[in-house]
């Protein structure tokens, strides 16, 4: 079979090939939607809201506190038996990454509404560490996240709490939230779902001036010093090497 032949094969073949909605299993339309995960599905979803964590339309039936997908919703943390169950591995590894607090925390599950009544502006967050001096007072998390953002958000909070128990005081805010989102990102660098690398993406290319600059020159100074010479600098100056 010569090229031609072989190139109009092809095409007939391709032709054939229907593609389809990762959601509904239809026939894809002309225009459609890409998921974080790299998925797609069609335009008869545009106006569904999306999984907070993998961009997929979430499903409408759940009533959980922030929109999920059916499947990202399978691992969701609901209760503080769940918190019991999952978060000792997850501590482990925090502490593998050399983040130790000198005082057991306590992870409590809240509502949005909750968390937003403490910081109103923060509408979108997910987790919230309150301290006065080197003393945490309370550490939460919104319920029903998916596991892997569970984890990403505990580990984030953890830093927040280690930061006041060594007494690092306040610092200017990309500084605080940008070394929190390394350690986010380094507890998900180690996590097998495939939901880890969106999220660990989310946090690499956030546009923001606080969370995203912030966490690019924590990353950058991590990796010219090492997480200890860049932790104790920051401790003597308040600022990134």
């Known amino acids: 079979m010569g090229f031609a032949e072989w190139l109009a094969a092809y ?18 339309t002309s225009s459609f939607y890409r998921a974080s995960t790299g998925e797609t599905y069609c335009a008869r979803h545009a106006g569904e809201r999306p999984c907070l964590c993998c961009g997929m339309p979430s499903d409408s039936r759940l009533v959980m506190e922030i929109p999920l997908c059916g499947r990202c919703a399978a691992t969701a943390v609901r209760d503080q038996a769940a918190v019991k169950r999952v978060l000792p591995p997850i501590a482990k590894r925090i502490r593998a990454l050399s ?15 909750e968390l937003r009544s403490h910081h109103p ?7 919230m560490t309150i301290s006065t001096g080197t003393r945490v007072l309370d550490l939460m998390v919104v319920r029903d996240l998916p596991l ?27 500084v ?19 939901l880890a690398a969106v999220e660990r993406r989310r946090i690499a290319e ?6 995203g600059d912030g966490f690019r020159a ?9 997480v200890r010479a860049m932790l104790d600098h920051v401790r003597r100056n308040g600022a990134f090497p």
């Open 11 to 28: 095409r007939r073949l391709a032709s054939r090939v229907v593609h389809v909605c990762s959601v509904c299993g239809r026939p894809m």
């Open 176 to 194: 605080a939230e940008g070394l929190c989102q390394l350690l986010a990102y380094a507890w998900l660098r180690d996590q097998p779902d495939p």
């Open 218 to 226: 924590a990353r950058a100074a991590s990796q010219r010093l090492g």
């Open 148 to 174: 892997v953002q569970f984890g990403s958000t505990v580990a984030h909070e953890v830093m927040h709490a280690y930061l006041a128990q060594q007494g690092f005081g306040v610092l200017p805010p990309p």
């Open 99 to 113: 983040i130790r607090t000198t005082t057991p925390v306590r992870v409590r599950l809240v509502v949005r509404d």
């Open 121 to 127: 502006e923060g509408a979108n967050a997910l987790g």
């Open 206 to 211: 956030d546009p923001g001036p606080v969370y």
